[in-house]
């Protein structure tokens, strides 16, 4: 970290010929368990990932916004002012990376700033340079950490004084009315507020936070991310299709969302739905009860006991979502017979990673028996490496 740090800044120096004003960062996230409840006021329980995103940023004595990224080092700055942001907005150039950048800037700007947000005609311009070790699309919200650690730094050289949970919300609308990708609020809200060997509790329908301890640390216990390269993409059909569903369930069943619906309530829902629009709802109940289960589990007995939960996650996506492909089932089975607690894909599925929760002492017996199994299958080498819960968005000490 102290290494990308000095080269940012000194790329920085080298793109604008001045010092930077600040460095702010932001982790990537693993969602540990509670998928695809997300959008069905439901819980989640993701961390965030010693991987980082950098934004070193100077401010400007004008009203542009630049941004440059190591990501793309042939394109130079690509700026707007301040006031044109809302043009920016309305052209929509959904593939174009300096969306997530200039949406915070835009979110700011919003009502999630206060009532009327920040007055983006008083704000000083600014140059933000990005630099990340979170991958792109592979399922760790390398998006939301661009996001969280734009917002922390503006909200610091604004002087916005906007606490965590409004910055992940600025996040979240930048993401959804800028960039354009439906979202929920779990990316940035690991990224936002993530600690240390602990993971983010978090419910979607109160958004309220609770931060529990993993204790993955004294147990001998690591996350082992294992990327099987396929793209997920987000906006595609599959996604939209998952959410219709759960939508149409909640309706049928008369509900406002499938967090209304209880374990208790399934044979009922069974009765009334469609068999394929019963086993969307029957992952989302379960799945919610899991991640309950999980938190509980955490603080009463420790993580050693929660790989069944984990296990029983990915049976329910891969049986009732449907979202898992052969690639990710494989990891998850592979992982867990050469001796992982639990395991299952992560993220929004069809795609993407697996994590597996593995005894230190057992990380390579799992990274070696992986490998083979994709070589048999004639799969692409998978990508498989270590996260440590960490810290959430901060600033970075000054050199
Ligand atoms: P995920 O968040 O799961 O990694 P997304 O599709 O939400 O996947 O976000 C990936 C997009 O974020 C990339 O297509 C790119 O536009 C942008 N992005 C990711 N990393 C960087 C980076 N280091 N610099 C600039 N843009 C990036
Ligand atoms: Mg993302």
Redesign the pocket.
Known sequence: MSDMRDDVRELFRALTGREVDGLWSAPGRVNLIGEHTDYNGGFVLPFAIDRR?VAAVGVRDDDRIRVA?T??PDEPWIESSLPDLDAVRAAGDEGD?AR?PLGIAWALGQDVAGPRGADLRAVPGVDIL?D?T?P?????????A?ECAVAVALNDLWRLGLDRPALAKAGQRSENDFVG?PTGILDQSASMLGRRDHAVFLDCRSLQVEIVPLGFEQAGLSVLVIDTGQAHE?ANGDYRDRREACERGARELGVVALRDVGVGDLDRARSVLDDVTFRRVRHVVTEDARVLETVRLLREEGPRSIGAALDASHASMRDDFEITTPQLDLAVETARDAGALGARMTGGGFGGSAIALVPDELLSQVRVAVDGAFAEHGYGQPDAFVVRPSDGATREPDA
């Open positions: 995103t990224s990501f793309a990376w997530y990005i990340s979170v792109s699309g592979a399922g760790l919200s390398s998006s939301a661009i990708a987000h």
